[in-house]
């Protein structure tokens, strides 16, 4: 119908639109960086990719093959598919031959396996970034995956992450350093950039991982979408209110109390935890 052709090229107008704001309202990177983006098979950051490189930035992607039996080839065939198909750059790194393929770090450690494997996904994704002398590291975290973690920062009143939370986050010296890393889709939610996918026809595959214990802060999530349900655009409007009038207070707060983000003992990324 006339109306769902509008609908479309509203949305194929509205994504590319939404992407730039962000790069340029939170200054991400620009034409002359290079940016590795982190791949893991699923929409977000399949979107985010494709469209980078629509735009004309310099992009390559970068996916983990986990070693996961029954999720990991499959994701990484989907990767490597999706960027066969619109000829893209593509560099892979399987876990197994760095001896840490994650159902053998799972036999080996106490500890519930997705933190250590949300540890050894950071650390590699960062070392590929330095290594390879990238400008920043993107990932696909959009406005519902922001506005569900400033929500758990919150309740916790964790000064130190909500010190430091954002779609960017600076490069550091020290601890081997770490790479800048930006959130390009940060004003897109996942229903928005789940609309782009398709009607671009970017065909992303979820193999659920067999270690999975369900979508974490999903309970968040449904609280948010009745929020916005009842006041279209709030998610948004929090969200940037938080990082112009929010933030530089839980900053100021964590000098003054001197809090900060150490490196993690196992993998030296910044955390307030460990
Ligand atoms: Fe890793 Fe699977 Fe846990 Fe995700 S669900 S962090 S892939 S072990």
Known sequence: SPNSGFGESFCLDFFPGQVEKGLRRQKLFTFS???????????????????????????????????????SEVARACVERFCARHDLDLLVKEMAAEGLAIPLVKERIRRPICSACGKIKRHYFNKVALDEGYTVLATGHNLDDEIAR??????????????????????????????????????????????????RGIDYHYAP??????????????????????????????????????RPVFAAAAQSQNIELKPCAVCSMPTSQD
């Open 33 to 71: 960086g290079r940016i590795l983006v982190a791949l893991s098979g699923g929409k977000d950051p399949l979107a985010l990719r494709f469209e980078l490189s629509r735009l004309g930035y310099d992009v390559t992607g970068l996916h983990l093959d986990l070693g996961i039996p029954g999720s």
């Open 209 to 246: 991982c067999p270690y999975s214990k369900g979508a974490s802060f999903t309970f968040h999530k449904k609280i948010w979408a009745d929020i916005e349900e009842h006041m279209p655009g709030k998610k948004l409007d929090i969200y940037q209110a938080f990082l112009e009038r929010g």
């Open 150 to 199: 400033l929500f758990s920062n919150t309740i916790r009143w964790d000064i130190a992450y909500l010190s430091d939370q954002g779609p960017a986050l600076e490069a550091e010296e020290g601890h081997g350093g770490f790479a800048r890393k930006v959130k390009p889709l940060w004003r897109l939610s996942e229903f928005e950039t789940a609309n782009y996918a398709f009607l």
